[in-house]
């Protein structure tokens, strides 16, 4: 069943038990965590490097919320898997082994993750699934609205081909990590969207999401399809993107067809404004990543009251029902949009996108 996001923003809903004196107040329940001091250890396991968003924007934005919430005695132990399956169950288990407070995971592969969580689980340390819901007994899950995203993909891809869009247009799908649930969730809010519209004319689900394995799928798609049958490409995120461009200049194609992405990367922005893809989704990491470090330290002092009121979703994995939740909403980032998401929020700044390469381009849509 698909949930509806919240709308009311963290920060927001921190505020306002604060105001009411309530901050600190604790449930009832018997199943709740401990209450700790300030002196609280988060450990924050991502799961890769290809996407530049977890080093740039989710662990500074973290370690430093995860700072200013315990009055600087608080800690993040961070540990990135660089898509290693079994690297991140030894970097959970030396989680464990540490007996850090808390764990933030985004799992390199939901369902090969649930026995450490579980192990986590018995060692008595709460596990909250970021980004990514993994399996097992996670006790909460922070996200962006993942069935938008893919919907507004679709939407877009469809808008960028106009009112004579019909089902001759041929469509290439360029699907995230079969490990990765998002992406799953990605492709069903696209198809959503698309089926019935456009023939899905390949599809791929594009292992570790790596940019050199979209490459290599496009190569596949543009000599069974035709580089000038294919009318739109799909692509889950902006660094498969950078990859689908690659293969289309190989094959000599100049005029780039609709290509969709998502993560707001700086290399995505930068084509959206040479006009090389057409647009990404834009997530704000700052509002997932400061949601996450709230959710984690009201966890592990036993702020009931606080922790539930930052999860008033609720979300089902393969192995779990009802998981407390917190869904991030997102939106269309396209040449005219630039202003007001990545410039406006300080993700970037003008002189960022607006590189030599790019003056001319910038200035043509009066970005400068």
Known sequence: MRRIAI?????????????????????????????????VTVGLLLPEKENTRYDKFDYPIIRDKVAELTKKQGKVEYLNAESDTAKQAEQMQKMIDDKVDVILLDAVDSHAIAGEVGKAKAAGIPVIAYDRLAEGPIDAYISFDNELVGEV???????????GVDTSDKIVMMNGSPTDPNAKQFKQGALSELKGKVTIAASFDTKDWKPQ?????MTKAINEIGRDNIAAVYSANDAMAGGIIKALKAAGVTKMPPITGQDAELAGVQRIVAGEQYMS????????????????????????IQFDSLTQDTVDSPTDK?????????????????KDTVIQDGIYTVSDICTPKYKADCAAIGLK
Request: glycine content about 8%; hydrophobic content about 40%; aromatic content about 2%.
């Open 213 to 217: 394995n979209a490459e290599a799928n």
């Open 7 to 39: 709308s009311v923003a963290a920060s927001t809903m921190t505020l306002s038990l604060a105001g009411c004196g309530m901050l600190n107040a604790t449930g009832d329940s018997a199943s709740a965590s401990p209450t700790k001091g300030d002196d």
């Open 281 to 304: 989704v834009y997530k704000s990491y700052p509002d997932e990543a400061q949601a996450a470090a709230q959710m984690a330290v009201a966890k592990v002092q036993g702020k009931d």
């Open 322 to 338: 009802n998981i407390p939740a917190q869904l991030v909403q997102v939106s269309a980032l396209t040449k005219g949009k630039i």
């Open 153 to 163: 993909q679709g939407r877009s891809l469809l808008d960028a081909l106009g009112a």
